[in-house]
Protein backbone atom coordinates (compact mmCIF):
# COMPACT_ATOMS: atom_id res chain seq x y z
CA UNK A 1 0.00 0.00 0.00
CA UNK A 2 3.06 2.59 0.51
CA UNK A 3 4.32 1.74 -2.69
CA UNK A 4 1.32 2.16 -4.14
CA UNK A 5 0.69 5.15 -2.74
CA UNK A 6 4.41 6.50 -3.31
CA UNK A 7 2.89 5.65 -7.30
CA UNK A 8 -0.07 7.56 -6.92
CA UNK A 9 1.96 10.84 -5.53
CA UNK A 10 4.31 10.59 -8.37
CA UNK A 11 1.66 10.62 -10.92
CA UNK A 12 0.17 13.63 -9.65
CA UNK A 13 3.13 15.67 -9.31
CA UNK A 14 3.59 14.74 -13.30
CA UNK A 15 0.24 15.88 -14.00
CA UNK A 16 0.67 18.80 -12.63
CA UNK A 17 4.18 19.31 -13.83
CA UNK A 18 2.63 19.43 -17.37
CA UNK A 19 0.00 21.66 -16.90
CA UNK A 20 -2.80 18.80 -17.07
CA UNK A 21 -5.82 18.75 -14.47
CA UNK A 22 -6.24 15.82 -12.88
CA UNK A 23 -9.33 15.37 -15.05
CA UNK A 24 -7.25 14.28 -18.17
CA UNK A 25 -8.27 17.37 -20.17
CA UNK A 26 -5.70 18.19 -22.72
CA UNK A 27 -3.41 21.10 -22.56
CA UNK A 28 -4.33 24.34 -24.13
CA UNK A 29 -2.87 25.00 -27.69
CA UNK A 30 -0.03 26.98 -27.96
CA UNK A 31 -0.53 30.71 -27.46
CA UNK A 32 -3.65 30.25 -25.61
CA UNK A 33 -3.78 31.81 -21.94
CA UNK A 34 -3.60 30.31 -18.55
CA UNK A 35 -6.47 32.36 -17.04
CA UNK A 36 -8.81 35.59 -18.24
CA UNK A 37 -9.85 38.04 -16.20
CA UNK A 38 -11.61 41.81 -16.38
CA UNK A 39 -9.36 45.10 -16.42
CA UNK A 40 -8.88 45.81 -13.17
CA UNK A 41 -9.36 42.22 -11.66
CA UNK A 42 -5.48 41.42 -11.69
CA UNK A 43 -6.00 38.86 -14.29
CA UNK A 44 -4.26 38.35 -17.25
CA UNK A 45 -5.27 40.19 -20.44
CA UNK A 46 -6.48 38.83 -23.13
CA UNK A 47 -4.35 38.76 -26.00
CA UNK A 48 -4.86 41.53 -28.87
CA UNK A 49 -5.46 39.80 -32.05
CA UNK A 50 -3.54 39.35 -34.14
CA UNK A 51 -2.83 41.27 -37.89
CA UNK A 52 -4.53 38.60 -40.01
CA UNK A 53 -7.24 38.34 -37.45
CA UNK A 54 -10.56 40.60 -38.72
CA UNK A 55 -11.24 43.80 -36.24
CA UNK A 56 -14.09 43.35 -33.73
CA UNK A 57 -17.12 45.61 -35.17
CA UNK A 58 -15.77 47.95 -32.39
CA UNK A 59 -12.87 48.38 -33.36
CA UNK A 60 -13.69 49.15 -36.99
CA UNK A 61 -12.42 52.67 -38.10
CA UNK A 62 -14.12 55.89 -38.12
CA UNK A 63 -16.33 57.36 -40.71
CA UNK A 64 -15.64 60.75 -41.75
CA UNK A 65 -18.76 63.04 -40.80
CA UNK A 66 -19.23 65.74 -43.15
CA UNK A 67 -19.74 69.06 -41.42
CA UNK A 68 -23.11 70.65 -41.98
CA UNK A 69 -23.64 73.13 -44.68
CA UNK A 70 -23.83 76.55 -43.32
CA UNK A 71 -27.11 78.63 -42.39
CA UNK A 72 -28.26 80.75 -45.42
CA UNK A 73 -27.40 84.55 -45.03
CA UNK A 74 -30.90 86.67 -44.57
CA UNK A 75 -31.38 90.40 -43.89
CA UNK A 76 -31.85 89.53 -40.60
CA UNK A 77 -27.97 88.79 -40.19
CA UNK A 78 -26.94 92.36 -40.57
CA UNK A 79 -25.31 94.12 -38.13
CA UNK A 80 -25.77 98.09 -39.15
CA UNK A 81 -23.62 99.50 -36.40
CA UNK A 82 -20.57 97.65 -38.64
CA UNK A 83 -21.55 100.48 -41.33
CA UNK A 84 -22.24 102.99 -38.69
CA UNK A 85 -18.28 102.52 -37.25
CA UNK A 86 -17.07 102.26 -40.94
CA UNK A 87 -18.33 105.73 -41.67
CA UNK A 88 -16.93 107.36 -38.49
CA UNK A 89 -13.48 106.07 -39.21
CA UNK A 90 -13.10 106.58 -42.44
CA UNK A 91 -15.00 109.97 -42.69
CA UNK A 92 -14.41 111.07 -39.22
CA UNK A 93 -10.91 109.63 -38.68
CA UNK A 94 -8.67 109.22 -42.19
CA UNK A 95 -10.84 112.06 -43.80
CA UNK A 96 -10.70 113.20 -47.69
CA UNK A 97 -8.97 110.28 -49.38
CA UNK A 98 -8.24 111.30 -52.58
CA UNK A 99 -7.26 107.82 -55.01
CA UNK A 100 -3.40 108.59 -55.17
CA UNK A 101 -2.50 110.27 -51.24
CA UNK A 102 -1.47 109.19 -48.64
CA UNK A 103 -4.85 108.99 -46.52
CA UNK A 104 -6.14 106.81 -49.40
CA UNK A 105 -3.41 104.24 -48.91
CA UNK A 106 -4.39 104.64 -45.16
CA UNK A 107 -7.97 103.75 -45.69
CA UNK A 108 -7.59 100.91 -48.12
CA UNK A 109 -5.04 99.33 -45.14
CA UNK A 110 -7.55 99.66 -43.34
CA UNK A 111 -10.38 98.20 -44.98
CA UNK A 112 -8.13 95.13 -46.26
CA UNK A 113 -7.39 94.25 -42.54
CA UNK A 114 -10.41 94.35 -41.72
CA UNK A 115 -11.70 91.92 -44.79
CA UNK A 116 -8.86 89.70 -44.09
CA UNK A 117 -9.94 89.43 -40.60
CA UNK A 118 -13.32 87.56 -41.61
CA UNK A 119 -11.20 85.36 -43.27
CA UNK A 120 -11.81 86.62 -46.89
CA UNK A 121 -8.50 86.11 -49.23
CA UNK A 122 -7.67 89.84 -50.43
CA UNK A 123 -6.05 91.25 -53.45
CA UNK A 124 -4.80 94.82 -54.19
CA UNK A 125 -4.99 95.16 -57.92
CA UNK A 126 -3.00 98.59 -59.07
CA UNK A 127 -4.52 101.43 -60.52
CA UNK A 128 -2.69 103.77 -62.40
CA UNK A 129 -4.64 107.24 -62.29
CA UNK A 130 -3.55 110.09 -64.22
CA UNK A 131 -3.36 113.89 -62.66
CA UNK A 132 -6.32 115.88 -64.09
CA UNK A 133 -9.02 118.03 -62.41
CA UNK A 134 -11.28 116.83 -59.49
CA UNK A 135 -13.78 118.88 -58.23
CA UNK A 136 -12.32 122.03 -58.86
CA UNK A 137 -9.05 120.79 -57.35
CA UNK A 138 -5.83 119.52 -59.54
CA UNK A 139 -5.00 116.22 -58.43
CA UNK A 140 -1.74 114.93 -59.30
CA UNK A 141 -0.94 111.35 -61.44
CA UNK A 142 -0.35 108.22 -59.17
CA UNK A 143 -1.13 104.81 -58.21
CA UNK A 144 -4.63 104.00 -56.42
CA UNK A 145 -5.50 100.13 -55.55
CA UNK A 146 -8.87 97.93 -55.73
CA UNK A 147 -9.14 96.04 -52.15
CA UNK A 148 -10.76 92.68 -53.82
CA UNK A 149 -11.95 90.00 -51.38
CA UNK A 150 -12.91 87.13 -51.89
CA UNK A 151 -14.45 84.35 -50.32
CA UNK A 152 -11.58 80.48 -49.62
CA UNK A 153 -11.57 78.69 -52.42
CA UNK A 154 -13.19 80.84 -54.92
CA UNK A 155 -13.23 80.38 -58.79
CA UNK A 156 -13.79 83.31 -60.77
CA UNK A 157 -14.33 80.79 -63.48
CA UNK A 158 -17.54 79.98 -61.78
CA UNK A 159 -20.98 81.57 -61.58
CA UNK A 160 -20.84 84.87 -58.80
CA UNK A 161 -21.68 88.40 -57.70
CA UNK A 162 -19.68 91.20 -57.60
CA UNK A 163 -20.68 94.07 -54.51
CA UNK A 164 -18.24 96.82 -55.08
CA UNK A 165 -18.06 100.41 -53.15
CA UNK A 166 -15.71 103.18 -54.09
CA UNK A 167 -13.36 104.24 -51.30
CA UNK A 168 -11.81 107.29 -52.97
CA UNK A 169 -13.24 111.10 -52.17
CA UNK A 170 -13.23 114.31 -54.14
CA UNK A 171 -9.94 116.27 -52.25
CA UNK A 172 -12.01 118.68 -50.42
CA UNK A 173 -14.79 116.05 -48.69
CA UNK A 174 -14.07 113.66 -45.86
CA UNK A 175 -16.89 112.17 -47.81
CA UNK A 176 -19.33 110.75 -44.78
CA UNK A 177 -21.74 109.67 -47.70
CA UNK A 178 -19.67 109.75 -50.65
CA UNK A 179 -18.87 107.04 -49.95
CA UNK A 180 -17.71 105.80 -46.44
CA UNK A 181 -21.63 104.91 -46.50
CA UNK A 182 -21.50 102.59 -49.23
CA UNK A 183 -18.04 101.06 -47.83
CA UNK A 184 -19.38 101.06 -44.49
CA UNK A 185 -22.73 98.84 -46.27
CA UNK A 186 -19.90 96.69 -48.04
CA UNK A 187 -18.18 95.68 -44.84
CA UNK A 188 -21.56 95.19 -43.06
CA UNK A 189 -22.72 92.57 -45.69
CA UNK A 190 -19.51 90.49 -46.23
CA UNK A 191 -19.16 90.53 -41.94
CA UNK A 192 -22.63 88.94 -42.39
CA UNK A 193 -21.93 86.45 -45.44
CA UNK A 194 -18.23 85.33 -44.00
CA UNK A 195 -20.16 82.95 -42.50
CA UNK A 196 -23.22 81.83 -43.56
CA UNK A 197 -24.49 80.26 -47.30
CA UNK A 198 -24.99 82.74 -50.27
CA UNK A 199 -26.78 81.85 -53.54
CA UNK A 200 -23.36 82.22 -55.18
CA UNK A 201 -20.11 82.66 -54.20
CA UNK A 202 -19.64 86.83 -53.81
CA UNK A 203 -16.99 89.08 -54.64
CA UNK A 204 -16.59 92.29 -52.39
CA UNK A 205 -14.68 94.88 -54.08
CA UNK A 206 -13.72 98.91 -52.49
CA UNK A 207 -12.93 100.67 -55.89
CA UNK A 208 -9.78 103.12 -56.53
CA UNK A 209 -10.42 106.19 -58.32
CA UNK A 210 -13.96 106.47 -58.74
CA UNK A 211 -14.29 110.31 -58.47
CA UNK A 212 -13.66 112.30 -61.72
CA UNK A 213 -10.50 113.75 -62.76
CA UNK A 214 -12.24 115.38 -65.77
CA UNK A 215 -15.45 116.16 -67.66
CA UNK A 216 -16.18 112.73 -69.62
CA UNK A 217 -16.78 108.93 -68.71
CA UNK A 218 -12.86 108.29 -69.90
CA UNK A 219 -12.08 110.51 -66.63
CA UNK A 220 -14.19 108.49 -64.19
CA UNK A 221 -14.17 105.12 -62.83
CA UNK A 222 -10.62 104.18 -63.23
CA UNK A 223 -10.91 101.32 -60.52
CA UNK A 224 -13.55 99.62 -61.68
CA UNK A 225 -13.06 99.91 -65.10
CA UNK A 226 -9.63 98.26 -64.46
CA UNK A 227 -11.18 95.71 -63.02
CA UNK A 228 -13.33 94.25 -65.80
CA UNK A 229 -10.32 95.57 -68.35
CA UNK A 230 -8.52 92.32 -66.57
CA UNK A 231 -11.27 90.10 -66.77
CA UNK A 232 -10.68 86.66 -68.95
CA UNK A 233 -13.46 85.61 -70.90
CA UNK A 234 -14.35 82.95 -68.53
CA UNK A 235 -14.91 85.25 -65.83
CA UNK A 236 -16.81 87.87 -67.65
CA UNK A 237 -19.26 85.21 -68.03
CA UNK A 238 -19.35 83.90 -64.78
CA UNK A 239 -20.10 87.08 -63.40
CA UNK A 240 -23.78 86.96 -62.98
CA UNK A 241 -24.49 90.06 -61.57
CA UNK A 242 -22.83 93.38 -60.23
CA UNK A 243 -24.21 95.70 -57.47
CA UNK A 244 -22.73 99.49 -56.54
CA UNK A 245 -23.26 100.87 -53.59
CA UNK A 246 -22.77 104.92 -53.43
CA UNK A 247 -23.95 107.15 -51.84
CA UNK A 248 -26.60 105.41 -49.71
CA UNK A 249 -26.64 107.20 -46.14
CA UNK A 250 -29.03 109.68 -47.10
CA UNK A 251 -32.92 109.91 -47.36
CA UNK A 252 -35.57 107.05 -46.21
CA UNK A 253 -36.02 105.02 -49.44
CA UNK A 254 -33.81 103.28 -51.23
CA UNK A 255 -32.77 104.56 -54.91
CA UNK A 256 -32.47 101.54 -57.25
CA UNK A 257 -30.76 102.80 -60.02
CA UNK A 258 -31.09 101.31 -63.88
CA UNK A 259 -28.69 100.20 -66.62
CA UNK A 260 -31.18 101.30 -68.79
CA UNK A 261 -35.15 99.93 -70.27
CA UNK A 262 -35.61 96.46 -68.79
CA UNK A 263 -32.85 96.19 -66.45
CA UNK A 264 -32.87 92.80 -64.95
CA UNK A 265 -30.28 93.73 -61.81
CA UNK A 266 -32.43 96.42 -61.48
CA UNK A 267 -35.58 94.13 -61.15
CA UNK A 268 -33.67 91.70 -58.87
CA UNK A 269 -32.94 94.26 -56.48
CA UNK A 270 -36.55 95.90 -56.07
CA UNK A 271 -37.62 92.05 -55.40
CA UNK A 272 -35.37 91.05 -52.41
CA UNK A 273 -36.43 94.88 -51.11
CA UNK A 274 -39.84 93.71 -51.50
CA UNK A 275 -38.52 90.54 -49.41
CA UNK A 276 -36.98 92.54 -47.02
CA UNK A 277 -39.21 95.19 -46.25
CA UNK A 278 -37.13 97.85 -47.53
CA UNK A 279 -38.94 101.05 -49.19
CA UNK A 280 -37.74 101.68 -52.74
CA UNK A 281 -37.68 104.49 -55.60
CA UNK A 282 -36.72 102.98 -59.16
CA UNK A 283 -34.52 105.42 -60.64
CA UNK A 284 -33.89 105.55 -64.53
CA UNK A 285 -30.51 105.22 -66.22
CA UNK A 286 -27.42 106.01 -63.90
CA UNK A 287 -24.05 106.82 -64.92
CA UNK A 288 -22.17 108.05 -62.40
CA UNK A 289 -21.00 105.05 -60.18
CA UNK A 290 -18.86 101.94 -60.60
CA UNK A 291 -21.51 99.26 -61.72
CA UNK A 292 -21.53 101.82 -65.25
CA UNK A 293 -17.71 100.38 -65.95
CA UNK A 294 -19.22 96.77 -66.49
CA UNK A 295 -22.55 98.12 -67.95
CA UNK A 296 -20.96 99.86 -70.18
CA UNK A 297 -18.72 96.54 -71.72
CA UNK A 298 -21.86 94.73 -71.55
CA UNK A 299 -21.70 93.05 -68.29
CA UNK A 300 -25.25 92.79 -66.10
CA UNK A 301 -25.16 95.54 -63.16
CA UNK A 302 -27.32 98.38 -61.37
CA UNK A 303 -26.59 100.91 -58.38
CA UNK A 304 -28.52 101.39 -54.98
CA UNK A 305 -28.15 105.27 -53.77
CA UNK A 306 -27.57 108.46 -55.31
CA UNK A 307 -30.10 110.67 -52.73
CA UNK A 308 -29.46 114.29 -53.14
CA UNK A 309 -27.84 116.00 -49.95
CA UNK A 310 -26.34 119.57 -49.31
CA UNK A 311 -22.83 118.43 -48.24
CA UNK A 312 -22.27 116.34 -51.51
CA UNK A 313 -18.48 116.83 -52.64
CA UNK A 314 -17.90 119.46 -49.79
CA UNK A 315 -16.50 120.05 -46.28
CA UNK A 316 -19.46 119.23 -44.86
CA UNK A 317 -19.79 115.70 -45.71
CA UNK A 318 -19.36 115.10 -42.58
CA UNK A 319 -20.70 111.81 -40.40
CA UNK A 320 -23.63 113.34 -38.95
CA UNK A 321 -24.84 113.96 -42.49
CA UNK A 322 -25.58 109.83 -42.71
CA UNK A 323 -28.37 108.14 -41.41
CA UNK A 324 -28.13 104.79 -39.46
CA UNK A 325 -31.31 103.61 -40.22
CA UNK A 326 -30.51 104.54 -43.79
CA UNK A 327 -27.68 101.90 -43.90
CA UNK A 328 -29.61 99.48 -42.54
CA UNK A 329 -32.21 99.48 -44.98
CA UNK A 330 -29.43 99.17 -47.55
CA UNK A 331 -27.70 96.68 -46.03
CA UNK A 332 -30.76 94.33 -45.28
CA UNK A 333 -31.76 94.31 -49.39
CA UNK A 334 -28.29 93.53 -50.00
CA UNK A 335 -28.29 90.70 -47.73
CA UNK A 336 -31.96 89.94 -49.34
CA UNK A 337 -30.54 90.02 -52.78
CA UNK A 338 -27.25 87.71 -51.99
CA UNK A 339 -29.85 85.10 -50.45
CA UNK A 340 -30.75 81.77 -51.72
CA UNK A 341 -34.28 81.65 -53.08
CA UNK A 342 -36.34 80.10 -50.06
Known amino acids: MVAARGSAAA ?15 AADPPGATAATSEPG ?3 AAPPKSSASE ?32 AVGHLAGQIGAREATGPAY ?13 LGYDVERQRVDV ?8 DVPAGRSVNVVAAPPGFDPAQPHLVVGAHLDTVPQAPGAEDNASGVGV ?23 AEEPRGPTDDDHHYGSRQ ?30 GSAGASDPVQRSLLAAARRAGVPTVADGEQRSSDHWSFVRDGLPAARLGSTPYAGYHSAGDVPGVVSPAQLERVGRLV ?5 PPR
Not at 105 to 113: D, I, K, L, S, Y
Open 11 to 25: VLAALLLTGCSPSGD
Open 41 to 43: TGG
Open 54 to 85: PAAASEAPEQPVSPAPPDPVSAADLDPDTAVR
Open 105 to 117: ARAAGWVARKLRG
Open 130 to 137: PAGTSWGV
Open 186 to 208: LLAAAEAAADRRTRLPVLFVAFG
Open 227 to 256: YVAQLTPQERRAMRAMVSLDRVGVGARVPV
Open 335 to 339: LAWLA
